[in-house]
């Protein structure tokens, strides 16, 4: 590992989010059900074997890195795919907007639905243990939203970025993502994040307001085999 974002989720694991882990040494996992990120840190023998010790049959774990993937042994590749991390060139300005207010554990089931729809990348009822998440809502219905997952000494990744497929168009997702970033930056932590490859709505958006490409990702869902 070259740099602490070549490997977010392990950078995580054992830092800022080291709590909320399971598993020691090489491999580590965040604790079931807050989300299905695992990480190692390499890919010697020993590291890929010690996923198995921290997964149950037929559990699947989420592998982000920019290494190119190692299937490990005791698992089956159920889905790879290809991302993009972008990272802030600058400070994000704070913002202001009356229509924004903080999510809390009583809207999680609201969140997961809205997430499941509009599949902005894992998403659990437990993903504000990761850090917070903030909305608008019309007329009391949830219809934007993102917030925080990822974090590490001086980085907090914004994730979690959807709109209800009838409220696109009206600049949500591009409100809500800077958002986030500016209090990121409010923090003096510099805001990072992932977007599917084939994504090039998305990519243009957080290039126009203030993002970079750093590097390609890989992304891997794992099966447990029995």
Known sequence: MNHVLD?????ALASRHAALATGSGPARRYRSPIHPFA?????SRESL??????A????????????AFVAPP???VSMTADAVQMVATRDMAEVDDPRIEQLGEADAAEMLELATLTKPGPFTLKAQALGGFWGVREDGRLIAMAGERLKMDGLTEVSGVCTH???RGQGLGRLLTLYVAGRV????EIPFLHTYAANATAIALYEKIGFALRTRM?????????
């Open 56 to 67: 149950s049959s037929g559990e699947t774990l989420i592998i982000l890195q920019a290494d």
């Open 7 to 11: 490997r977010p989720v392990w950078s």
């Open 49 to 54: 074997a010690g996923l198995a010790g921290i």
């Open 218 to 226: 890989n992304v891997a869902a794992l099966e447990r085999l029995p």
């Open 185 to 188: 930056s409010a923090m003096g």
């Open 74 to 76: 005791g698992f089956a």
């Open 39 to 43: 990480a190692t840190v390499d890919d």
């Open 165 to 167: 497929p009838d409220f």
